[in-house]
């Protein structure tokens, strides 16, 4: 009796804890470096009938900087850079956008799948204080949508970019 008891208790036992183990796809790391390179070339969206902003992305190193402008009636006039790196450390990408008047905005950010790029307007690289949110889709290899979202995750705006070069 005691042999059934014991036999039983040890299949009670296996049966709980071999319950919570499942099989699990292993993660790939995605190489977030190589996933920056999408955004080389000139992309471009109309901002209204008057205005299109373009980006210009071109390797420096393995980082990336884009100089952001505005085309308003014939006349262009410097928006922001920005400087993008990687940071192997905590396997996220950076960013420090600087504006002609000194204003600047830091970010971080990360591809979740090789089109996805989601990232957080920061305080000073505090990611505690995050001042907006991003998600960047590459929808095909000539087409980028843009989605702003406040603190709340409520969805500011969208912008289709094309690349025209």
């Known amino acids: 009796m005691k042999r059934i008891c014991l036999t039983t208790a040890i299949a009670v036992f296996l049966v709980i804890c071999l319950n919570g183990l499942q099989a699990q796809t292993p993660q790939t790391k995605l190489n977030q470096v190589e996933l920056m390179k999408q955004w080389l070339g000139t992309w471009q969206t109309t901002v209204n009938k008057d205005t299109v902003e373009t980006w210009e992305a071109k390797p420096y190193g393995k980082a990336l900087i884009i100089t952001v402008s505005y085309t308003t009636k014939g ?91």
Do not use: Q
């Open 75 to 165: 006349n262009k006039y410097d928006s922001y850079v920005c400087n993008i790196g990687y940071d192997d450390r905590d396997d996220k990408i950076k960013g420090f956008n600087l504006s002609p008047n000194t204003d600047f905005v830091t970010w971080i950010g990360i591809f979740t799948t090789d089109k996805k790029f989601n990232a957080d307007a920061l305080d000073t690289f505090k990611p505690d204080i995050v001042w907006w949110k991003n998600e960047i889709e590459f929808k095909t290899p000539t087409e980028l949508v843009v989605r702003g979202f406040n603190t709340l995750g409520v969805k500011t705006g969208e912008w289709t970019y094309k690349k025209i070069r």
